[in-house]
C-alpha cells in the first residue's frame, strides 16, 4: 500500500477558506467512506477533525468540514484563524483491515 | 475520558527489538469492544500506521511491516504493547498509541502524547 498524497504546504489569510488535498486510489479513498483528517502542532499529538469522510467529533468547530469525490478527499477550513496553523494529515481504510496515511500538508495562516 | 501512555526506552540498539507499552487510564480495555492501536512518525514526516488489536486479541497490520511487528494487550494490567524486530536507524520516530473509543480501525480519537525511540549504537 503506498501513502496517500498531499500538497506539501497551503496557506490562506485570516477569515478566508483553505482547502486540503488527499489522493489516493480506488482500493482505498475511492474504495471506501472511511477518511479521516488530523490536525498536528508542533510537538503534539494528532487531534481527530474528521472521520468517515464527513463527521465530526464532539468539541470540533464546524470551520472544519469533509468531502470525497472518486480518489481525491478533502478537508476545507473556513474562517481561518491563527490556531489553525499546523499539519493536517489524512488517512483512509485501504481494505482487509488495513490503514494508509497522507505525507501531511502544512497550513500556513498568512 | 480515556487516557493513554506510552512507555518505553528512548533509545535502541541497531538489529535489536523494540518494546513499548501503552497504558490506558479512565477505562478498561477489557470491558471495551474497541480497537487499540500504534502509529509511529519519523521526524520531520507523516504519519504511518503500525498496526492495531481488538480487545479479545485479534490483531492487524501493517503490511510493510508485519514481518517485524508484534503487538499484544494485557488487560489484567490494562494496557497493550509494541514489540518491533531487527530494527534500523528508519525505526527512529515517534511513537504514539491511540483508539477510536468505538469499534473502528479506520480512525482515531484518543491519542498518548507520543515517545520518541532512537535507533543509534
Known amino acids: 500500500q503506498s501513502a496517500l498524497t498531499q500538497p506539501p504546504s497551503a496557506s490562506g489569510s485570516p477569515g478566508q477558506s483553505v482547502t486540503i488535498s488527499c489522493t489516493g486510489t480506488?482500493?482505498?479513498?475511492?474504495?471506501?467512506?472511511?477518511v479521516s483528517w488530523y490536525q498536528q502542532h508542533p510537538g503534539k499529538a494528532p487531534k481527530l477533525m474528521i472521520y468517515?469522510?464527513?463527521k465530526r467529533p464532539s468539541g470540533v468547530p464546524d470551520r472544519f468540514s469533509g468531502s470525497k469525490s472518486g480518489n481525491t478527499a478533502s478537508l476545507t477550513v473556513s474562517g481561518l484563524q491563527a490556531e489553525d496553523e499546523a499539519d493536517y494529515h489524512c488517512?483512509?481504510?485501504?481494505?482487509?483491515?488495513?490503514?494508509?496515511f497522507g505525507g501531511g500538508t502544512k497550513l500556513t495562516v498568512l | 475520558q480515556l487516557q493513554l501512555q506510552e512507555s518505553g526506552p528512548g533509545l535502541v540498539k541497531p538489529s535489536e527489538t523494540l518494546s513499548l507499552t501503552c497504558t490506558v487510564s479512565?477505562?478498561?480495555?477489557?470491558?471495551?469492544?474497541?480497537?487499540w492501536g500504534w502509529i509511529r512518525q519519523p521526524p520531520g514526516k507523516g504519519l504511518e500506521w503500525i498496526g492495531t488489536?481488538?480487545?479479545?486479541?485479534?490483531?492487524y497490520y501493517n503490511p510493510s511491516l508485519k514481518s517485524r511487528v508484534t503487538i499484544s494487550v494485557d488487560t489484567s494490567k490494562n494496557r497493550f504493547s509494541l514489540k518491533l524486530s531487527s530494527v534500523t536507524a528508519a525505526d527512529t520516530a515517534v511513537y504514539y498509541c491511540?483508539?477510536?473509543?468505538?469499534?473502528?480501525?479506520?480512525?482515531?480519537?484518543?491519542w498518548g502524547q507520543g515517545t520518541l525511540v532512537t535507533v543509534s549504537s
Open positions: 491511540a483508539t477510536p473509543s468505538a469499534l473502528s480501525i479506520s480512525w482515531y480519537l484518543y
Open positions: 479512565g477505562g478498561s480495555i477489557s470491558s471495551s469492544p474497541y480497537y
Open positions: 488489536i481488538y480487545y479479545s486479541g485479534t490483531t
Open positions: 480506488s482500493s482505498d479513498v475511492g474504495g471506501y467512506n472511511y
Open positions: 468517515e469522510v464527513t
Open positions: 488517512s483512509s481504510y485501504a481494505g482487509s483491515n488495513n490503514l494508509v
